[in-house]
């Protein structure tokens, strides 16, 4: 009778956790927080509001001081909102943001190595926050971007930095992964090898990208999804093939992310 229930049990929270799978990467809705930039005023992000599939990935553009960056550290808990409700990977934040944090992933100037640990030992260290960190896997994919696993937290680039928060990130199977300005330290090659790499991931459904960058390049190759913020709104999100059937020019020639962007910051600031 006892095993039973046992058996009764692991069922259970099976179903429970098929429910949890079933539900998008990140759901927002009406987010707000205001700060004061001394010389600067106050700066807002106003009523953000957006639904992320799994499996899918959602581009982020906006010049300098949109808010992009601040919108991730939102995300990722490490600067609270004032307004509005976050569900991540199935948890809402507001009950049960220690479970929400451990499935996300983040690469960005808020991740920090022990400087003073290997990277294998950063890992080690690190990786017991993630119940579900892959040491193995963690190993493999430095040597993958060629990044040396007994280096130390401090003699790495910029480059080497981006890497190996990938690496790390990836190792312990987040189901949102926020990734800030991630291409910029790194060569062409290692460019195409990042891309390709979290394509892959994306191919399995389990996890949700969202990419927050100015080489709007990356996007065309990758993205899902484009969203754009201008002073900490977002003036659209929309898929990228319906973004880009109205990319037009008054010339009749199709413009790219990039001049879309310079276009529509030029348009907001009017």
């Known amino acids: ?64 001081g949109a808010g992009k960056s601040t919108l991730l550290r939102i995300l990722l808990q490490s600067v609270p909102r004032k307004k509005g409700s976050m569900e991540i990977a199935g948890y809402d934040v507001t009950t049960h943001a220690t ?35 892959d040491e193995e896997r963690y190993l493999n994919l430095l040597s993958r971007f060629e990044v040396g696993a007994e280096k130390l937290g401090s003699q790495l680039s910029k480059g080497e930095t981006t890497k190996a928060q990938l690496a790390f990130a990836l190792s312990h199977k987040p189901e949102l992964l926020l990734l800030d300005e991630p291409t910029g330290g790194l060569d062409p090659v290692m ?15 389990r996890m949700g990208i969202i990419f927050s960058t100015h080489i709007t390049e990356d996007l065309d190759k990758v993205a899902d999804y484009i969203a754009m913020m201008e002073k900490g709104r977002l003036l659209f999100y929309e898929s990228k093939e319906e973004l880009l059937e109205r990319l037009t020019g008054e010339n009749g020639e199709r413009l790219s992310l990039k001049q879309l962007m310079v276009r529509l910051c030029k348009e907001g600031g009017k």
């Not at 039973?4 to 927080?33: F, H, Y």
């Not at 290997?118 to 993630?130: C, D, I, Q």
């Open 1 to 64: 009778m006892q095993e039973q229930v046992r058996t009764d049990d692991r069922m259970e929270l099976s179903e429970k956790e098929r429910e949890r799978l079933a539900r998008p990467a990140i759901r927002v809705q009406g987010l707000e927080k205001s700060f004061f930039h001394f010389g600067e005023g106050k700066f807002t992000i106003k009523d953000i509001s957006f639904t992320l599939e799994r499996g899918y990935m959602l581009g982020l553009i906006g010049r300098n």
């Open 99 to 133: 479970e929400a944090k451990k499935f996300v992933g983040y690469v960005g100037e808020d991740f920090h190595f022990l400087p003073k640990e290997t990277l294998r030992e950063n890992g080690r260290v690190l990786g017991a926050f993630y119940p579900e960190f």
């Open 191 to 205: 460019r195409r090898e990042f891309l390709y790499v979290l394509q892959s991931e994306l191919a399995e459904e």
